[in-house]
């Protein structure tokens, strides 16, 4: 019945052609080298906001999604420049790794995830849809699984509901977190809710808003599910 955390959505607001979303430049991003000047700068912003709400009272966590390129180089060297350059806790941010291709590069990305482990942060899977098997993730040092939008969107159909089901409590059983993404109506989340999804986040909830529009929902007595904002 309450929002627990913020997840830090980057766009681009073009001087033409308007605001656009990071699926189309983040490519651009990455191939030129902008996106490592790019996901600091954002980081810095986002740290920086988040602690100003946490000082204020609340107890959120923010959580950033790194790309695959990111995590292959030294993301724990810029995370920890950047809790102390905004004096905002390890233990309040929560980093969101691709579950898309990264199963098959596990062995590039491990060293990364093992020293912002180490430092304290908070490690999830985004999309996850299933890739492999839970087991297949038992070497990252993850703390929860976001299941993909498009998994939670089927729960209606029988196979699905259960398939559903038994992701959330082999994850639970494992000691991970579980977030459903995507949700965006009442019989979803009364689905989540009968199956012990103790989070979740989407449109039912909010859509993504600027700094001020979460400092004003912050401040309403919530009546909503657990959430993500």
């Known amino acids: 019945e309450s929002i627990t955390a913020v997840e830090a959505l980057l766009r681009w607001q073009h001087p033409q052609s308007g605001l656009i979303s990071a699926r189309d430049f983040i490519a651009a991003a990455e191939s030129t080298g902008m996106i490592d000047t790019i996901g600091e700068w954002m980081l810095h912003t986002a740290c920086a906001q988040v602690g100003q709400w946490r000082a ?10 790194f790309s695959r390129r990111q995590l292959e180089k030294a993301p724990d060297e810029i995370i920890d420049r950047v809790l102390r350059q905004t004096g905002m806790s390890a233990s309040a ?5 691709p579950a898309a291709g990264v199963l098959e590069r596990t062995a590039e990305i491990l060293p990364g995830l093992q020293r912002l482990k180490a430092l304290g942060v908070h490690l999830s899977m985004d999309g996850y ?14 703390d929860s699984i ?3 939008r498009l998994v939670v969107e089927k729960f209606h ?20 977190n579980v977030v459903a993404e995507g949700v965006e109506t009442e019989p979803q989340m009364a689905f989540l809710r009968s199956k012990l999804c103790a989070q979740a986040q989407g449109y039912l909830f909010a859509r993504p808003a600027p700094a001020e529009e979460i400092t004003t929902l912050l401040k309403e007595p919530s009546s909503d599910p657990g959430q993500e904002g």
């Open 56 to 65: 204020n009272g609340h107890a959120i966590r923010l959580s950033v999604n």
């Open 93 to 97: 941010l929560q980093i969101e790794i």
């Open 129 to 142: 849809a299933g890739e492999g098997s839970l087991a297949d993730l038992a070497g990252l040092p993850l």
């Open 146 to 148: 976001k299941i993909d």
């Open 157 to 176: 159909q029988p196979e699905d509901a259960e398939y559903i089901s038994g992701l959330i409590t082999a994850a639970m059983n494992k000691g991970l």
